[in-house]
């Protein structure tokens, strides 16, 4: 791994090798309600003041809100043009380029990566060509691998191919979902060879919520990359600190 990517992650994972990652890019496509992504300046702060190890932001709130991001560690989502007022959500574009996300002073890039879809071709060939180019320039990648789609409940086998594929393309780390049991999400953990973060995804009861996040931490994950159940919660900083104490706090 090239110094620069090394430094970079140094900014997303803390010393003891797990991350909380706020996930606040959701607007770009429009999803709602916004909750207390009305206002990212003042979730920023929020999310900073709990511990947060980074966040998962869109180009326009790193350029706006630079000052309110401060010392998070910034993933830049690169990709999007489709939004929740059509029918294409799930057809993604490159919006920016890791140029871009180094110009805005990003410590990582995202991007999706579809599986088992009808436009898994297209998806798999631009977080290749994303690959590539982070490899250039020294830019870790996240893929959000999703076997089957955005709304698919996908089984442990499928999660496995699908972070296994995004590691091959050349991701350093993989943001996916977390099913099944600790024991059989260890395969998932164990066949691919980055860090895995777990996302949050829809709403959750916040029991229902931790007891996957500790679940996922046992099996292996390197932590989360939580949005929705972060920003649409009742008390914004107190869930983001009950989140970074579960998973720095947790053994495995």
């Known amino acids: 791994m090239s110094t620069g990517k090394t430094i970079r992650l140094n900014h997303i994972f803390a010393q003891d090798g797990r991350s909380v990652v706020v996930a606040i890019d959701h607007g770009l496509p429009g999803m709602g309600p916004f909750g207390a992504l009305k206002t990212p300046g003042k979730l920023l702060r929020q999310i900073r003041a709990a511990g947060a190890d980074a966040i998962l932001a ?30 294409g959500v799930g057809k993604m574009r490159l919006i920016a380029s890791v140029e871009d996300a180094l110009r805005l002073g990003a410590d990582a890039v995202a991007v999706m990566g579809f599986c088992g879809t009808p436009d898994e071709g297209d998806s798999l060939e631009t977080l290749g060509q994303v690959a590539a180019e982070c490899r250039r320039l020294g830019m870790p990648l996240m893929a959000e691998m999703l076997p089957l789609g955005y709304m698919a409940k996908p089984t442990v086998q499928e999660i496995v191919l699908a972070a296994r594929i995004g590691a091959e393309l050349g991701a350093d780390i993989i943001k996916t979902k977390y099913t099944g049991t600790p ?22 009861a916040p029991d229902a919520l931790f007891s996957e996040i500790r679940d996922s931490l046992r099996a292996g994950a390197a932590g989360v990359a939580i949005g929705r159940n972060i920003w649409q919660a009742e008390d914004v900083e107190g869930t983001t600190r009950r989140m970074v104490s579960a998973v720095h706090g947790a053994t495995s």
């Open 183 to 204: 024991d059989e999400y260890r395969e998932v953990i164990e066949t691919c060879y980055t860090p895995v973060l777990v996302l949050g995804g829809s709403a959750k």
């Open 58 to 87: 869109t180009p326009g709130t790193a350029a706006r809100f630079a000052a309110d991001i401060g010392d998070l560690g910034l993933i830049l989502r690169l990709d999007g043009g489709a939004t929740t007022l059509g029918e």
